[in-house]
DNA sequence: GGCAATAACGATAATTATTACTGTTATTCG
DNA sequence: CGAATAACAGTAATAATTATCGTTATTGCC
């Protein structure tokens, strides 16, 4: 139980997440978070967004590219990704999100399903032809 | 169009694949392919992983965990990841897959979803307590 | 306020997964 | 067989991330 102490990088990553819905990489809120403190380390950057992680007030998303992404909202929700600029959006849930992992949870007897996460691939609206 | 040429590898890649259900990763698969080849080349595996992929011979699985991983099955299904050891199950496609993805795709209005694939997280079995 | 304890920092080295390069080998096809 | 070249083994390079380490900043107590 270490006990946690404030600092003022940690609060400048939470607050230059907030409201972002770019779903930035470590290495892209490191490029904002300078403009603020200049000489902040990456490696501040990177044990800050996986603590908050950690503490639940943001979220980090594995696989959807390359790199790491993260996102301040941490209510349920799917993402989508364009296959053509690798934007990252919002997905609202659907209806059937309930009965999909209902139906998977009793379908599956090799384990037990304590959550799920969908990824939707597409073209975005800004690269889909005219 | 540069011409596919065989190669003893590639087949031994491909032949070792086939019939495993445990979504083994490129270094797995090296080291299966050095008791065959003992001096096949880590770079060689990697290739021709990608390049069956590419040809949609497998299924490259990005984002299950830090590795990518490797899937003999081409028919569409969900992956399940055990949280405690890391193992990866195949899942049978559920009734509602279909509505899920039907529902997304009208209430989308960012762009046009061409596909999606779920994940499903929890305790495997051998993970779960008694 | 001053001060000890230590969480967090900045800087940098190390690690891991993957891709790129390079000279050599193997397959193909005339 | 022999030229053309895809694919190879071996190795170097890259990218994202994590670990180390000496220094700085926050906290709680006197």
Chains 1, 2 share one sequence.
Not at 1 to 25: C, F, N, V, W, Y
Not at 35 to 59: C, F, K
Not at 84 to 101: N, T
Request: with cysteine; aromatic share 8%.
């Amino acid at each position: 139980m270490t006990a946690l102490k404030h600092s003022r990088q940690r609060d400048l990553i939470r607050d230059l997440l907030e409201g972002r819905t770019d779903h930035p990489t470590a290495d892209m809120v490191f490029e904002s978070a300078k403009q603020v403190y200049p000489n902040i380390s990456l490696g501040t950057v990177y044990r800050n967004l996986s603590l908050l992680a950690e503490l639940g007030e943001i979220r980090k998303l594995s696989g959807l590219g390359d790199a790491d992404r993260f996102d301040p909202r941490t209510d349920w929700h799917c993402h989508f990704v364009c296959t053509c600029c690798g934007k990252i959006l919002d997905m609202e849930p659907a209806e059937a999100s309930g009965r999909f992992l209902a139906e998977a949870s009793e379908s599956f007897s090799m384990g037990e399903i304590r959550s799920y996460e969908a990824t939707f691939h597409g073209l975005c609206r800004d690269c889909l032809p005219v």
